[in-house]
């Protein structure tokens, strides 16, 4: 009997042994995923299985004018010329050319919101006032002098699927509401967001034919993975500007896109992303990242935020711009280049909120940066008066780290602030 316990014992201290291992085996091969401390974001899991990575060929699309009319669509900013400095068009450069040092190229000016959403009011509204119904004029004028104005689309459009069951809000819009997107003079939206697939894949396809439809250039989202990371550029002035998006906020793992399912791009792992942004270097002289990350209603950024804007801005991106939050965050500086946090919700609820637009104006002498404070009033957009600013702008100096803005909205850098966090 006692030798039977003592081989007893034996056997189990071994099972013990080679499961302490295998489990050190799969974590030091990344085979489980674990949320960094401090992500509180409801809609994640704690802890979910990360199937083995597909390797994928990265690589960017670029819809050429000569392309859009064959498919029967017109360019994403066309008919776009009041106010503008130039008319953008889908057209970008070839794959290996690059721009950088063309003669006589202008100033290009882009404009970014942030979160979108069109609620059950606003559609009666806008059926019955137009779009005076989401914005008011003076917003509506800043929003058409952009050469290219960009924003996360926080909704599918469509009419077909399920809500997820487990989500508290799940999103959808009717695609005859496109209409309002073309009235805000929108040319690309980010469609990486823990919203998009809501209702299910079919919803997406909807989303992506609207789109097209109307000539709304879209990234972050796409019928197979390769769709979804393609790099979007824009001929602007002599310059060509490309635009990625991704999310760092999914409900689950399967709204990820593959090579063969539809979905989202993701930057949980910032590699991909990071390939992307390389990509868009050998051909684009402005790269955007909109990216889709942080904690919802708080107005301070995760450290992860931080440090993957730095990987982002050391992979070649000129600008990052982040949503989610649902409130506004700070604005700081990497190398030179500035990281957004968040820029709250732009048109999204029925609330009272303040929002901004940002405007970065390319050119010869670098970016120049102006922020539009604007206050969000039962679902309608306006821009803040002017004695309304100064306090505006004393807020997001307390919230942004080494810059100054003056009067007319001018973001200055003071300090190149590690955004790493180091």
Sequence with gaps: MRAFLKYLARGVLLCAGLLV????????AGLFWIPEAGESDAEIPKVYVIEPKEEEQAG??????????????ESPAAGKTEGGEGTAASAGA?????SRTDSGAGPVKMLFAGDLFLTDLLQTKYSQQGISAAASEGLLSALREADIFMLNQEFPFGTTGEAMAEKEYTFRVDPGYISVLSDLSVDIVTLANNHMLDFGRSPLTETLNTLDGAGIAHVGAGENLEEAKALKTFEVN????GFLGASRVIPEYSWNASSSTSGLFTTYDASALVEQIKKAEESCDFTVVYVHWGVERSTQPEEYQRTLAK????????????????????????????????????????????SMLVELTF????????????????????????????????????????????????????????????
């Design 21 to 28: 291992l295998s489990l050190s085996v799969c974590l030091a």
């Design 60 to 73: 960017g699309e670029t819809q050429t004018a000569e392309n859009t009319a064959e498919q029967g669509t």
């Design 94 to 98: 070839d794959a290996g050319a690059d």
């Design 238 to 241: 002599g310059r060509t500007i």
């Design 311 to 354: 990987q982002y801005i050391d992979a070649g991106a000129d600008a990052v711009i982040g949503a989610h939050p649902h409130v506004l965050q700070g604005i700081e500086y990497y190398q030179g280049k500035p990281v957004f946090y968040s820029l709250g919700n732009f048109i999204f609820n029925n609330g009272t909120y303040e």
């Design 363 to 422: 050119g010869e002498n670098g970016t120049e940066i102006r922020l539009i404070p604007c206050v969000s009033e039962a679902n309608r957009m306006r821009l803040l008066e002017e004695d309304e600013t100064e306090a505006f702008y004393r807020n997001m100096e307390g919230l942004s780290s080494g810059i100054s803005i003056d009067s007319g909205g001018r973001v200055s850098r003071q300090t190149d602030a590690d955004v790493s966090g180091e």
